[in-house]
Nanobody, 113 residues
Framework: QVQLVESGGGLVQAGGSLRLSCVAS?????MGWYRQAPGKQRELIAS???????NYADSAKGRFTISRDNAKNTVYLQMNMLKADDTAVYYC??????????WGPGTQVTVSS
């Protein structure tokens, strides 16, 4: 079973940027970035297929960019113009229709206003 490890989170001021990384222990197919804010359900905010086709939730469009390096089994999320509402734990995993891997520990993103 593929193991996923997210990193790159931290505390940033509103308007700032962060780049998240997700390293997989083996080959991965379509992947996505999810986030879960306190008291809310986990939501898919960006996804990328093996060939590079991307899709974004409205909350991420224009501010976040998902990318991948297949040779490194790594997926990235570049987050710009961060807002307080982006505060959440961020996870990577396959999009729902592809079947989930085991969830990693996630990485905390905190945006101060």
């Amino acid at each position: 079973q593929v193991q996923l490890v997210e990193s790159g989170g931290g505390l940033v001021q509103a308007g700032g940027s962060l780049r998240l990384s997700c390293v997989a222990s083996g080959s991965i197919g379509a992947m996505g970035w999810y986030r879960q804010a306190p008291g809310k359900q986990r939501e898919l905010i960006a996804s990328i297929r093996s060939g590079g086709y991307t899709n974004y939730a409205d909350s991420a469009k224009g501010r976040f960019t998902i990318s991948r390096d297949n040779a490194k089994n790594t997926v990235y999320l570049q987050m710009n113009m961060l807002k307080a509402d982006d505060t959440a734990v961020y996870y990577c995993n396959a999009p729902p229709l592809y079947g989930y891997y085991d969830w990693g520990p996630g990485t905390q993103v905190t945006v101060s206003s």
